[in-house]
């Protein structure tokens, strides 16, 4: 089976520049997450797609990124214009479903993308 | 709201020692537990996870037991190996209010295993 892909895997850009990461879940996986890792720090929500309905993008900073994911299958991330401050690896993650009482099902990650804003 | 602490690191050890990284929580409703890990270049990966009190989560040689009444899930191992050398992220998440399963990590422990 195969994993959760991203691209591109590195991306350095001038601030005020934009950006866009692509993700491609695993086949059949309704749930799709963006997570935000600082260095140093755990990764953090950025937004959650069931199927392709925003669930959760209360941490998304709207005047900057926006997500979709089209077809309920492949999403974007993009961020316009980028700041210094967005300097992080951006996760995807997916899961068969979305949550149930006590939680999440099991999340798998891609390899994520490192960006560098200069 | 979820929030998670990890012991801070980076954790040194020796071949062959025995690891504990302290993880507490806390959370509304009923949450399940998870340890991730990243070895060097990778992305996360899910080490083991419990889903309700006194569960305990195993894989690899590693374990952890869910706690409810110290809200803690601290990872263990008996004897790590080089091969161990990665970051360890204790996780949870809920679902009900405003929380859909997104997972809420801790920062993160650097685990160095020398020779």
């Known amino acids: 089976e195969a994993g959760v892909a991203q691209s591109p895997r590195y991306k350095i850009i001038e601030k005020r520049q934009s950006v866009a990461f692509w993700c491609n879940p695993i086949?059949?996986?309704?749930?799709l997450y963006w997570y935000q890792q600082i260095l140093g720090q755990g990764p953090k929500l950025l937004i959650q797609?069931?199927?392709?309905?925003?669930?959760?993008d209360s941490q998304l900073p709207k005047d900057r990124f926006s997500a979709e994911r089209l077809k309920g299958v492949d999403s974007t991330l993009k961020i316009q214009p980028a700041k210094l401050e967005d300097s992080a690896v951006y996760l995807c993650?997916?899961?068969?479903?979305?949550?149930?009482?006590?939680?999440?099902?099991?999340?798998?990650f891609g390899p994520g993308t490192r960006l560098t804003v200069t | 709201g979820n929030s998670v602490t990890q012991m801070e690191g980076p954790v040194t050890l020796s071949e062959e020692a025995f690891l504990t990284i302290n993880c507490t929580y806390t959370a509304t409703g009923y949450p399940s537990l998870f340890w991730y890990v990243q070895y060097p270049g990778e992305g996360l990966q899910l080490l083991l996870k419990a889903t309700k009190a006194d569960d305990k989560g195993s894989n690899k040689g590693f374990e952890a037991t869910y706690r409810k009444e110290t809200t803690s899930f601290h990872l263990e191992k008996g004897s790590v190996q080089v091969s161990d050398s990665a970051v360890y992220f204790c996780a949870l998440s809920t679902a009900g209010g405003t929380s859909y399963g997104k997972l809420t990590f801790g920062q993160g422990t650097i685990l160095t295993v020398h020779p």
């Open positions: 797609f069931q199927n392709n309905g925003v669930v959760d």
């Open positions: 086949s059949g996986h309704a749930t």
């Open positions: 993650a997916s899961s068969p479903r979305g949550f149930w009482r006590g939680g999440s099902y099991e999340q798998y």
